[in-house]
């Protein structure tokens, strides 16, 4: 069984934000999957996608201040400035956070740890409404 | 052909560790998978894995080293610390070296080059036992 | 579908490296794909792979110089010296931007956004030709 489907996100505010229940619920024919994989791509070298903790929203701002602080907007020795002061800085932050997931499926579910979530990391100060592509397959 | 399988590593200390072998052993279907992939996904998001030099154990070593220097434990910025000092910094670490790994599977081994090992990024001080989730599907 | 084919990408310099076009022109069977997935994987723990910005050569120089900065050669606190003062940083960037890629695959076509490219990542002063892994399913 393959599914494709893409699916845009409302837009959200630069920072890190927890996707797991808008990812789901673009998903319905995920509960008939027993064993598989869920792949999410996103289409923008601005932003990425990560999973980490789903409870404290303090990880998720501690998370936007240590990225800002390690890949600082405007860092002297960009010379790909045109498009703002933030563009540079989150082309690099994306590479390294990963432009797409490859989970586990499992009787019907995600299978993931009790404190995993999905993170849209939305790297530009107006990054606008973020597109995702994604493909189930399994048995 | 689709297999999935939980596994538990044993607890292993903070640092960065071959675990190449252990996954192998959890797997002895992979021998009759031609064409395939293999995905292992950590249930934690504070610990990681990678794919990196299987030779030296300096190199695990400077890897621990270069990750501490650059998220370091007890940031001043970081707010989510009731975890104590080694949590929001394995947060991070997690999500820069990321949670899961796809693998090339042929011929009934992985492909991987000569000099490749999968590798636990093991970020707390006390991580304990980690669960994978191992996913194989091929022909 | 299942295919899987190894494909040994020309020398290139140190630095980031659109090869896009390389990739797909070893695939001509991806036509052929409905709906997929394309994995890329890189058999060499001192190169990486990653989706990033298409267009603008600033973006790959920028890339090359945040790195140099963020990872230096010959960090003093390294102890895996031997094969030169590139080598452990570029073990550590090839984990931070990490080693294979996984892609959708629908309408015989790669889906991509707009600005995405596939990028070599050469961390090596001299890494020769690197050898790819690629694996195509779908249906």
Chains 1, 2, 3 share one sequence.
């Not at 998370?63 to 540079?88: C, S």
Request: contains cysteine.
């Amino acid at each position: 069984m393959w599914l494709q489907r893409r699916v845009t996100l409302r837009p959200y505010p630069r920072g890190f934000h927890l996707i797991t229940r808008e990812v789901l619920a673009a998903l319905p024919e995920l509960g008939q999957v027993g064993t598989g994989l869920l792949h999410v791509f996103i289409g923008h070298t601005s932003a990425a996608l990560t999973v980490s903790e789903n409870a404290s929203p303090d990880v998720r701002r501690d998370f936007e201040r240590y990225f800002n602080h390690a890949v600082p907007d405007g860092w002297p020795e960009f010379k790909h400035t045109l498009e703002g002061d933030d563009d540079m800085a989150a082309h690099i932050k994306a590479s390294v956070l990963g432009s797409s997931l490859t989970l586990p499926v499992g009787a019907g579910r995600l299978v993931l740890g009790t404190w995993q979530g999905l993170y849209l990391c939305e790297h530009r100060d107006r990054g606008g409404a973020r597109s995702l592509v994604l493909t189930l397959h399994g048995e």
